[in-house]
Every structure is written in C-alpha cells, then in structure tokens.
C-alpha cells in the first residue's frame, strides 16, 4: 500500500506541474495578445471543484463561494451548480461581451477540478472542449480569441506544446548542472553486457559489446539502449577481436516490454557486466566467519565459475543453511592470492555481505560537470534527443502489439521508483513532458495539434472553417480521446487480473 501512494504521489504531481506548465504557455501568449482567460483550472471540474478564486472578487471550496468584500457592488458571485461540461463556464454569454478588460490575471478565474486527466484553460471567444456554442452566437468582442489575426491564433495554440518541451529542457539542464553526467562508456566495458533471454534470442551474447547501431557509435549506454532498440542492425565486438553483426527485429521493443512486466525477468535488455568484488561484510555472518573481506573478489561457487554478478546472483540461491566452497581472489600488499573457504549461508542463502555493482569502481569512466550556462546546450540537446526517439517509436502503436501495449494512468504510474527519488522523479516528469508535448501536437480535433492544423488551413486558403464544422470537429475530438482513455485505462485493468 505504501509503495501504491508513493507512486501515485508521484504521478499526481508531475501531472500537476506538466499541467499547469502546459495551460500557461496558452494563458500567456491569450494575455499577451489580448485575449480574454476566462477560467484556469489543473485537472477538470465537472459539477464541482475542489478550489476557485477570481482575484479581488470570490473563491469558494467543493462547489460553495464566498464573495470577497473588495468585489464590485454589481459583481455576482457565480452559482456552485454546473454544467455537467468537462469545462463548464460561469454567466450568461451576453455577461461575458459587456465585461470591460481588466488587469492581466484579474480577469481570469483559477481553480483545482477533483478529476485528474488534465487541465484546461477556456480562452473567451474559442471553440474547446467547454462547446460553450451560446458565447460563439454573439457579436465578436475584440478580446475574444476569434477577433485576432491567424498568427496571433496559431501562437497562442502552440505555446502549450512549446512550453511542455522547454520543461522538458530546463529539467534536463537541471539535473546535468546538478549532478553532472557519470558513466562507463560501451567500449570500456572490458566485460561486455549481460543480455535479457529476449537479447539472447535475436543474437546478442552475454559479454558481447555494442559498438554501433544502424552506423552510428554507441557510447553512452542510457542512449544506446533506446538507439539499439530502434536500429535496424547492431554490430558488436565478441570476444574481444570479432565484429558480429545482429539483425533487430521490427516489432523487439514489445517482446523487451513483455519480458520487462514478467516476474522471471533478472536483466532489462542489457547491463554492464562487473566482478563480483566485496564492498561490506557484516560482522558475524557466515561471511565474515569464513574471513572474507572487503576487496575480495569472488570467482567460483562450490565448481561453478562466477565471473559477473550475474552467475553469482543466479548460483547462489538454493543453498538454504547450507555450506559453500567460495573462491576468490585477494590483493595484499602487490600479492594476489587465490584462497578456496567454505561458507554458511543463512536460511535465505545469504552469506553476509555487501558486493560493489557500480560499473565506474571497476571499468574506465567518463564523468563531466556543466556549468550553469553549459547545462543549456546540454539539456537542449537530450529533449531533442527524446523527442525524436519518442516520435520514432510511435509507429509502433499502429501494431497489434502497439494497441496491446498501451495503457493508462497504471502503466505511466508504474514507471517511478518505489521509494522517492528526486532525480528519478524529475528525469520521468522530462520525458513525460517530452511525450505530452509530441502528443498535443497530434493533428486531431480537440487537442492543440488539431486547432493548429485548421488554422493552417485558414492561413493557406484566406478563410475559416465555419464554426458548426469547428463544433462538429471537436466533438468528434473529444469522442476519440475519451475512448482512446477509456481504452487505455481499461488495459490497465485487464493486465492486473492476467
């Protein structure tokens, strides 16, 4: 239960930030150009709200208001009963064209719906999801988003998307000025990847090291991984003097996903390789009986060789109370000597001790510090770099495994660590910033990319879409993604009872 809250914690909150992020850029550049925000809300609000405020004039809790006293004599408090509109609006549309403009914030209400699958801005004089059809039948008003030229339009639908992936960007500088960038490059694991069962069936090898993808070098093992996935060809060094050349089938990125999800999985994809070396031994277990110290490196089990962690990891288990022969090697003063000690092991087949998993104690390492204005070029670079790996990969969701694959708030949940992380955290808010950002910019009816592509429309044949074909269309929008949510959700549901 408590790691279920962290995770949902977690998803609740980058959604949150992703959210407002998001409806900012579209406030920002209506307010700049004039434009009318009637209401700003993080998640959605039908029949109720969890909170709203008007600045100067009324907020109110759970769907009741209180009228501030600073609020104009003929100002109303709006009534606590709704549409049932994801977006619903307050007042009547002939209210809203006898409004004067105001200041830049005041003349928007700000509010938190209780149902989180988004937010929303209601931007005056535009066809969204609140279909508010009875503002659209009254004479334009020159703050209504309808009375501005094309491109003032187009900004102010693309701001959204824009600002999605400049998060993204300021996340990713932010970790690589806080933390830098440490890793072992591919070519200096001396002993190569351990590979999942999926890997081993298309060809790789444990030990083999990947060095290019489609002809392009791998390096950085965090980017390889997603570049491996995604090439056609991998080629690889195998025992240390041969190329071998492995064919990536079209569809691997599923069977890696369905073998990730099982309970038997032990590898994800591929990891480095490293000795089994003792970093702790804890005073009176069967290690430290045996005289192990910290430094050893474990070679052998009884007569089976564990060279990585892997074999050592897959050997151990299965001696429950029982007593092991273990080798291994120790450096004393320039000597190296071989010793051979036998090992009691608890009731879980544990010998004590702690083992160095870091690939940098043991391989060459690359480790870069940024500096303020360094970590921008950088961070520029990863979001791009996440975006087009995301875009590449949405092909595949037009597959059958694609459609079976997807999923919904308990697929994105699932993905943040048990244990809370900031630097996990904001790494998976990035990306999910990343992917709201390329999702937006759909071109479907509903969502931004939809609105951009008739005004592009507009900007190309000198003439609007007429507004019952515009109100058609987002409904048609807002059919196929509520579908496509209750789909994906639903997915959700099916894989807890597989």
């Known amino acids: 239960m408590e790691t279920f809250l962290i995770k949902a914690a977690q998803l609740i909150l980058a959604f949150a930030i992703l959210v407002i992020i998001h409806e900012f850029g579209h406030f920002l550049f209506a307010r700049i150009f004039g434009v009318r925000v009637e209401k700003f809300y993080i998640f959605f609000d039908p029949w109720t709200e969890i909170f709203k405020w008007k600045p100067k004039k009324y907020f109110g809790f759970f769907g009741k208001t209180k009228k501030l006293k600073s609020a104009p004599a003929n100002e109303v408090a709006p009534d606590a009963t709704k549409n049932q509109d994801l977006s619903s609006t307050n007042g009547s549309a002939s209210e809203k064209t006898t409004e004067k403009k105001n200041s830049f914030w005041g003349d928007t209400e700000y509010g938190i719906g209780w149902l989180p699958l988004g937010g929303y801005c209601k931007i005056a004089g535009m066809i969204d999801e609140s279909m508010d059809t009875e503002q659209m039948k009254q004479p334009a008003q020159e703050w209504e988003f309808r009375s501005k030229p094309a491109w003032q339009r187009l900004l102010i639908m693309i701001a959204g998307v824009l600002f999605n992936f400049l998060l993204a960007i300021v996340i990713y500088a932010g970790i690589v000025y806080a933390t830098g960038e440490k890793y072992v490059p591919l070519d200096e694991a001396k002993m190569g990847m351990q590979f999942s069962g999926e890997a081993r069936k298309i060809g790789f090898h444990n030990g083999d090291i990947p060095l290019l993808a489609d002809g392009k070098p791998l390096s950085n093992p965090a980017e390889a991984r997603m ?62 009986k045996a005289g192990i110290r910290t430094g050893d490196n474990i070679i052998a089990i009884d007569s089976v060789s564990t060279p990585s962690l892997y074999e050592f990891f897959t050997t151990l288990p299965g001696h429950d109370n029982g007593t092991i022969n273990v080798t291994l090697v ?169």
């Open 227 to 288: 570049e491996i996935i995604q090439a056609k060809e991998v080629t690889v060094l195998r025992n240390g003097n041969e190329k071998v050349t492995i064919q990536i089938p079209e569809k691997f990125i599923f069977a890696l996903d369905k073998e990730a999800k099982s309970d038997t999985a032990t590898v994800n994809f591929m990891n480095y390789r490293v000795p089994v070396v003792v970093s702790q031994v804890t005073p009176g277990e069967g290690g430290a």
């Open 330 to 498: 120790r450096k004393n003063n320039g000597v190296t000597d071989t010793i051979v000690t036998p090992v009691k092991l608890s009731s879980t087949s544990k010998m004590g001790i702690g083992l160095d998993i870091d690939p940098s104690s043991h391989f060459k390492y690359e480790e870069k510090r940024y500096g303020l204005f360094e970590s921008v070029p950088r961070g520029v670079s990863i979001g791009t770099e996440r975006l087009v790996s995301y875009a590449k990969s949405m092909k595949m969701v037009f597959t059958k495994e694609g459609a079976n694959s997807i999923g919904g708030f308990g697929s994105i949940g699932s993905i943040f660590p048990e244990k809370w992380d900031w630097i996990a955290f904001w790494n998976i808010a990035a990306f999910l910033s990343v992917a709201l950002a390329f999702m937006n910019i759909l071109p479907i009816p509903a969502l931004d990319g939809g609105h951009v592509m008739f005004l592009l429309y507009e900007v190309i044949f000198r003439r609007k879409p007429s507004e019952k074909f515009m109100e058609r269309a987002q409904i048609v929008g807002m059919t196929i993604l509520l579908l496509l949510l209750i789909y994906a959700n639903g997915m959700d549901i099916v894989r807890l009872f597989k």
